[in-house]
């Protein structure tokens, strides 16, 4: 039996930070390097520090960076040392090898090489000139800075991210050398800093000599210790306070790093939808925060999204506005459990009988059409069974989108072939909105790509929009022999 091979794009998260109106900008020199598959290797390896843009040049979100880029190079040029940054045509074929070695799954996507390419991360800063240069400078810097008096304590703590600092009698020894591992590990991902004073930093008590490292954040119990300092244990303590007994998705850009977080983690995910302006609010979020706290630690993750935020993961579970409130769970191998409608005090017992494995899995699909009878046949996730593997026959399946531009083009073809097909019964041509259904996922290799910018795609298939863009580049489609 040769199985069918389904190629598809499906949704991602597109993170586009604050973009800048850009100046037409007449420069004769260029700062931005310009590498290829020819000189990559040997530049990169010659420098401590470098910045890689990989591009295509049909991409649109490129065009705009690049201006930016360029701004950003021109005044990083002339830092001591300078800062270098460089750009990769990732399009051009001779350059291909180089990008996937990279793992670039969309344009642009911006690395940062250190130590001659020894240590590869991934550019998390802002796209518009200044805040390039700011978030460079920062990553081109120690990673750890020494707080030396309150005015540093203050400039480094704020009320929206986290900061890790190291507490230490003295900056030496294993334990300093190991929280300065932690700190160049996750340097793209967190702040860091050190100090010998303990009574420099809020919230903080002078009877605290360490060495201890402790993190401080916008949420919760607002700062944790660890005493552990073996780096694994260290980094594995970071990851897991970072995140919020309930991550908060709404307009606030400042709980984006949050989500990205939440959807990055390995657990499965918990998310409560419901209208934060509504009376109810309180009562959910206080419920649902009793029920997260007992779940800590136990391989699930809690997210509570207002509704005005949500529209983006309401099309992409098939959530209507009418279900709301509701509380979603999807496990890792994107299985999702949905109550609808549901009240405060409904929360912790659905959450338990989900954990005991007495919840049905929710699949979304489109209502199975009453007549179905025009050449092309429409498959939905409830007649999904029935129609490609219990019928019989040879179905060729498209998976469309209803925004996708090549399905259209694909349309009439389609209809087409359905025609000339009509009178084979040995023969179904179908097609399914991939957005609207489920689609069984151990028969397709339903595979996301994207022609995007910059994208995060979600383990386990949850997303949840940002600020999102949908993109599908393409697909193809092969018969399907049954028998
Ligand atoms: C790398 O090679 C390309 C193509 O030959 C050239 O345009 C570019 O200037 C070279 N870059 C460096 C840093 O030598
Ligand atoms: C430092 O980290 C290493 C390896 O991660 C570990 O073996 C060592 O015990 C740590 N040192 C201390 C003092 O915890
Ligand atoms: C949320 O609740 C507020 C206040 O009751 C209401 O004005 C608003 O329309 C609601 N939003 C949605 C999307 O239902
Ligand atoms: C499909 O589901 C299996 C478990 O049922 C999971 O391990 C796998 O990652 C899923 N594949 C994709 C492409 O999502």
């Given amino acids: 039996m040769a199985l069918s091979k389904v190629w598809m794009s499906l949704f991602l ?58 701004k950003a190079a021109a005044i990083l040029s002339k830092d001591d040392p300078p800062v270098v940054l460089a750009k990769v045509d ?52 120690p990673a750890s800075n020494e707080i030396k008096s309150h005015e540093d304590a203050t400039s480094v703590i704020d009320d929206n991210k986290i900061l890790v600092v190291g507490i230490f009698p003295e900056f030496s020894g294993e334990q300093f050398e190991n929280f300065t591992t932690l700190a160049e590990r996750l340097r793209s991902d967190y702040e860091f800093g050190h100090t010998l004073d303990a009574k420099l930093l809020p919230r903080g008590d002078a009877s605290v000599a360490g060495p201890i490292v402790r993190l401080f954040k916008p949420f919760d119990e607002l700062f944790v210790d660890f005493k552990d300092f073996d780096v694994d244990a260290l980094v594995k303590s970071v990851e897991e306070t970072s995140i919020p007994t309930v991550t908060i998705f709404n307009k606030d850009p400042k709980n984006h790093p949050f989500v990205v977080k939440f959807f990055n983690s390995p657990n499965s995910k918990a998310m409560l939808f419901l209208n934060f302006s509504s009376e109810h609010h309180d009562a959910f979020r206080s419920k649902y ?86 050449p092309v046949k429409v498959v939905v996730a409830d007649n999904f069974q029935d129609i490609v593997f219990n ?15 090549h399905c259209k083009k694909l349309a009439p073809i389609l209809d087409e072939v359905a025609v000339s097909f009509e009178s084979d019964p040995d023969v179904i041509i179908a097609k399914i909105d991939a957005t609207a259904n489920d689609i069984p996922n151990e028969t397709f290799d339903v595979k996301e790509s994207c022609c995007g910018c910059r994208t995060r795609i979600k383990k386990g298939g949850a997303v949840i929009m940002v600020e999102h863009h949908h993109y599908i580049c393409g697909m193809s489609f092969r018969e399907k022999k049954k028998g």
């Fill in 13 to 70: 998260i597109v993170i586009t930070l604050a973009g800048s109106i850009c100046e037409e900008e007449s420069e004769s020199k260029e700062f931005v390097v310009t590498l290829d598959h020819s000189n990559f290797t040997d530049f990169v390896a010659k420098h401590k520090f470098v910045v890689v843009e990989f591009y295509a040049p049909w991409c649109g979100h490129c065009k705009k960076l690049a201006p930016e880029y360029e």
């Fill in 391 to 405: 019928s019989g026959k040879n179905v060729l399946l498209e998976f469309y989108a209803p925004w996708c531009g």
């Fill in 289 to 374: 925060h009793v029920v997260s706290e007992q779940f800590k630690g136990k391989g699930l993750s809690f997210l509570m999204g207002d509704i005005e935020a949500s529209q983006g993961a309401f099309q992409y579970f098939g959530i209507k506005d009418d279900q709301v409130p509701l509380i979603i769970i999807q496990t890792n191998d994107g299985k999702k459990y949905l109550k609808p409608n549901v009240e405060p005090d409904q929360i912790a017992a659905w959450v338990k009988d989900f954990t005991d494995g007495n919840v049905q899995p929710y699949k979304k699909s489109e209502p199975i059409p009453e007549a179905n009878d025009e």
């Fill in 90 to 141: 990732a399009n051009e074929e001779k350059n291909k090898p180089l990008a996937s070695e990279y793992e670039i799954q969309g344009f642009p996507t911006v690395k940062i090489l250190r130590y001659g390419g020894s240590v590869v991360q991934d550019y998390k800063g802002p796209r518009e000139a200044d805040g390039i240069v700011t978030y460079l400078k920062k990553q081109s810097g």
